[in-house]
């Protein structure tokens, strides 16, 4: 009973590490609503760049969120479709706009996560006009106002990144389940705050809508400098902060065109890039899961135990519960789901073994029907 008492209170420490000395990642309060930045007297100039793979069902709202942006400079879209089965880019090029161009990609090179060429390719035909690079995906639609707001943070504050976490899609039951705690954890991860420090290393970037300065991109190296990168976004924003101050937020201006409606639609997201994270490290694989099971079944069971594990327990699942309870209320659901995070913490625990699988199976990275996670030798 000792035991399982020291083991519970060294969770409740931990959790209370977290609440208290992560930057108070958990309150979310880096949002893009929270304050109303400054319009620029000059409106600079703006490429917006799309890769897209087989987004047909999609493409038309996305892109023309994009096309009906309130945005008082020169913008154009370059939409390139990566090799698609499925008619995207016919899709695209029914919307009739000049303001958009769409690039029949060329084929994937080796050396490159497919994703990442497509964008080179849409960076390299926006050429050295454009002062900033939008880069988005074919699955997130703007709200008209999204540009103009990211365009005013950036010049206002001398930005050379603005990262906006879209918000992802949360109406089915796996959705409710899982999706909230996803953010959570990416937060968890990269403190925003820390992230927006420019005193801190801490860098990171959420890929759905990323408007970047062109010429603290190619400072950087341009897109080929993270090239092999599963995690590209957050590839991106530490390549850029060594370049000047970035600034990541949520948001509900830049929203998923996604539905995730099966546990195993959120599974196959999250494995993607998991083990990437990880740096495809047995060791560091172990030592994750371990330390979820620590974090998320340990004060479980020592509630069920009694005596002070039970005692431990109960305090280490209130404070994870009272923790997830702002991200709940962003994605307006119920905060009963905080009492479910433990069990929540074990299904995304399996997902990062099953990154790993996929991996040592070379299924690893699986992104639009290519593998481009490289296995370790």
């Not at 890929?207 to 603290?216: D, I, N, P, S, T």
């Amino acid at each position: 009973m000792i035991a399982a008492a020291l083991v519970t209170f060294l969770s409740l420490a931990i959790w209370l590490v977290l609440l208290l000395g992560r930057g108070f990642f958990w309150r979310a309060r880096e949002r893009d609503d929270r304050d109303t930045p400054v319009e620029p007297v000059r409106w600079p100039s703006v490429v917006a760049v799309v890769p897209a793979r087989n987004e047909a069902d999609v493409i038309a709202r996305s892109i023309g969120s994009l096309l009906a942006q309130d945005y008082a400079g020169a913008f154009r879209v370059i939409l390139v479709d990566d090799q698609s089965g499925d008619g995207t880019g016919h899709a695209a090029r029914a919307l009739g706009s000049d303001r958009l161009t769409v690039l029949d990609g060329a084929a994937h090179t080796a050396g490159w996560t497919g994703k990442l060429f497509a964008v080179s390719q849409g960076v390299a035909a926006a050429g050295a006009a454009p002062d900033y690079l939008w880069l988005t995906d074919a699955d997130i639609a703007h709200a008209p106002d999204n540009l103009r707001r990211l365009m005013a943070r950036a010049e206002k504050d001398k930005l050379v990144l603005v990262s906006l976490m879209a918000k992802l899609n949360c109406e089915s039951f796996a959705e409710h389940f899982l999706i909230p705690a996803f953010v959570f954890f990416f937060d968890m991860l990269f403190p925003f705050g820390w992230v927006n420090d420019p005193r801190r290393r801490m860098a990171a970037a959420a890929g759905g809508c990323m408007l970047v300065r062109r010429e603290a991109l190619e400072r950087a190296g341009g897109i080929e400098a993270i090239r092999t990168e599963i995690i590209d976004d957050c590839a991106l924003g530490r390549a850029l902060k060594a370049q000047g101050a970035i600034w990541l937020g949520l948001t509900e201006r830049a929203v998923s065109l996604r539905p995730y409606p099966k546990i195993g639609d959120i599974r196959h997201m999250v494995s993607r890039s998991a083990y990437a994270q990880l740096h495809y490290s047995p060791v560091l694989l172990a030592g994750t899961v371990l330390g979820m099971l620590l974090l998320y079944v340990v004060p479980l069971v020592g509630f069920v135990m009694g005596g002070l594990a039970a005692l431990f327990g109960a305090l280490a699942w209130a404070v994870m519960t009272v923790m997830f309870q702002p991200m709940l209320y962003f994605y307006r659901r119920s905060p009963f789901w905080g009492l479910a995070l433990p069990l929540i913490g074990v299904f995304y625990a399996g997902f990062t073994i099953d990154s790993a699988v996929q991996v040592w199976r070379g299924h690893g990275g699986m992104w639009k029907g290519r593998a481009q996670a490289i296995a370790p030798t």
